[in-house]
């Protein structure tokens, strides 16, 4: 592990620069926010939408301006990244009460027996928390890959009009939507591929896969990763539209 570690440092470094060598730095810390993440939600007092909101806009913070600096295209994906999670946390919240996909599958109950299942905890909101926080990365990259390019685009044509950047925003979002959900797709589906060889050694129709409580709360997880990374588009669009024409208007200095 140290050895891949290094590589991939010294590769992100050569390649990357500065900028390269943040990038590696943030893994970490992103890796340390969910360490204390997951040891503050095991509060029954602690609200657990609340408390994955406030993960996710530190990521949020780490991910874009740490990395890539303080400056208009990472302030418009910062607030985009935030709206967006914010709406698909209580969506989530919604489908998974619904679902019924908390809490442990049958086919984990023999693993599970020796320890007690009074914790204490809403697996509902549990279920909800890892759900957002398996898409946060794909919705901040997504945005940050379309407030960029329309930066530039602004930069170099500083008359066009609103209307016809917000169009621009989109145009760039169709370009990568198709991608950024295969990506999470093949992602999910490739860690997850054990489970369907796990499913095959127990003999389980295709019914009784679909109606697995593990195989559907994956696949609501890769459903919602997508909604997700689709609303973040138009909503990154308007508001980059938004503070580029505006700070134009202003005369104010585009970082």
Known sequence: MFVLSAILFLLMAFIGGGKGVRSFLAIFFNFGVLIVFIFIMNDPNVNLIILTLMACTVISCINLFYINGWNIKTKTAFISSVFTTVLLLFFIFIVTNKAMIQG?????????????????????KVGAAVIIMSTIGAIIDTAISISSPMREIHYHNPSISRKDLFSSGLNIGRDILGTSTNTLFFAFFGGYLALLIWFKDLSYSLGEIVNSKIFSAEMITILC??????????????????????ADKNNETID
Do not use: Q
Not at 104 to 124: K, Q, R
């Open 225 to 246: 990763a997508g909604i997700g990374v689709t609303l973040v588009i138009p909503i990154t669009s308007w508001i980059t539209a938004y503070f580029l024409v505006k």
């Open 104 to 124: 442990f599958g049958g086919e984990e109950i023999e693993e599970l027996s020796m320890f007690s299942l009074h914790i204490g905890i809403d697996f509902v």
